[in-house]
């Protein structure tokens, strides 16, 4: 008798004990790295994401459901008493949102990458009059933010006025001299996130 | 017969398949240990070394005996060693930290220092340099031989670490350490894509 004929079972069974190897190996992927990184691209369709994600926090999960438009982007000099320290130029990214009130819509975070992929982030080479002001990357109106979660006690509290069904607002990135975004990214729980052209 | 062979050398084979492996395991560093483990990167003074999230530089060598910031101001019977990070991020993370001197002694020196400032370097974007000059309170006895630990910002370890030689001499601490003055440190100043 061959020694294939003798061990056809052991072939059959081979690959199927690789891909659970494989998949019993794979949880630092699955579990760690994708969720933890931009893996999950929300489509643009006429200018607007249709963002959707889960926040979970204190054993209770939300649902997150936001429409974002970009407007566009442009070159200021200051907003809000932040300015771009020396060697760069404070590119603002305006946005308009539409949320059912009742959706938390805080703790956005928006980058801008340019035609090599590198990423320019929010406060970095910065600086804040710290008279002036109130946050400028919040995504949310300030004083009308919508539920926020409290994280010491879990529970969702209200702002003192509820927000717009629609909203704009306007994140700020300082890049250096002589480097365009070419996508501005938004998020709020990773690994979904939506990618706009800078034109 | 030829059976019962064939079944003890398949049985040798086994244990000594088990015995290589398990020697082979015990050579092997453990989980933690591969999990914590640096990456370092030498360089020298005014040299830019490239570690995983940009490019680090470490100049103007000095010490001190008074550190002012801020208005506020720390003096030690021990000595200040000053110098200047400059880092370059190549858009992965905006800052580097932390960062730490090893003395000549091999004792480590780091954490929140008298004066109140954290040993960090940053923030800044892609391609913009930053330089952020600091102070780290160490004993007299570690300045000669010292060097200078620079770390990724999101993994103090497992990840690349620039350790920079400031090639400082016995004769050149004493020196050091005789003038030791007054030092202050300034905001973090940028521009350029140095080093």
């Known amino acids: 008798m ?14 199927i004990a690789v891909v659970a190897a494989g998949f019993a190996s794979s949880h630092r992927l699955l579990e760690i790295y994708w969720p933890s990184d931009p893996t999950s691209e929300v489509a643009v369709e006429s200018e607007t994401a249709h963002y959707t994600s889960s926040l979970t926090n204190a054993g209770v999960t939300y649902e997150r459901a936001i429409d974002v438009t970009f407007d ?15 060697g760069a130029r404070l590119w603002a990214f305006d946005f308009t949102m539409a949320a059912d009130p009742e959706v938390i819509a805080d703790g956005c975070t928006v980058i801008a990458l340019d035609s090599d992929g590198r990423q320019y982030f ?5 600086r804040q009059d710290v008279s002036a002001g109130a946050l ?34 306007t994140s700020v990135i300082a890049i250096p001299d002589g480097v365009e975004p070419r996508t501005v990214r938004i998020y709020w729980d990773l690994p979904r996130y939506a990618d706009f052209p800078v034109r | 017969m030829a ?33 914590n483990e640096t990456f370092p990167v030498h360089g ?10 940009g490019s680090v530089s470490v100049g103007d060598v000095g010490t001190a005996r008074t550190v002012t910031r801020f208005g506020a101001t720390a ?6 060693l000053t110098f200047t990070v400059t880092y370059v991020p190549n858009g992965i993370e905006t800052s580097v930290a932390p960062i730490e001197v090893e003395g000549g002694n091999s004792h480590v020196f780091g954490g929140i220092q008298p004066y109140g400032g954290l040993l960090k370097c940053g923030a800044s974007q892609a391609g913009l340099a930053v330089s952020c000059p600091l102070a780290v309170e160490i004993a007299k006895d570690a300045l000669a031989g010292a060097s200078v630990r620079i770390y990724n910002y999101s993994s103090a370890s497992g990840d690349d670490v620039a350790v920079i030689d ?8 004493t020196e050091l350490i005789a003038t030791a003055g007054t030092f202050e440190i300034a905001d973090p100043s940028y521009g350029g894509a140095k080093p």
């Open chain 1, 2 to 15: 061959s020694w294939w004929k003798r061990n056809w079972r052991w072939l059959i069974v081979l690959p």
């Open chain 1, 72 to 86: 566009g982007a442009q070159i200021v000099e200051s907003v809000e008493g932040l300015t771009a320290v020396e």
């Open chain 1, 122 to 126: 929010p406060r970095a080479a910065t």
């Open chain 1, 136 to 169: 400028v990357d919040s995504c949310v109106p300030f004083g009308a933010e919508g539920p926020t979660i409290d994280y010491f006690s879990g529970e969702l509290i209200d702002s003192a006025t509820p927000r717009p069904a629609q909203w704009t607002t």
């Open chain 2, 3 to 35: 059976k019962r062979v064939m079944k003890l050398s398949a049985a040798a084979i086994a244990i000594a398949a088990f015995a290589a492996g398990s020697s082979i395991n015990s050579l092997l560093p453990d989980r933690e240990a591969v999990l």
């Open chain 2, 44 to 53: 020298t003074v005014e040299q830019a070394v490239e570690i995983r999230t």
């Open chain 2, 75 to 80: 003096q030690t019977s021990a000595v200040f």
């Open chain 2, 166 to 173: 400031l090639g400082i001499s016995e004769e050149d601490a």
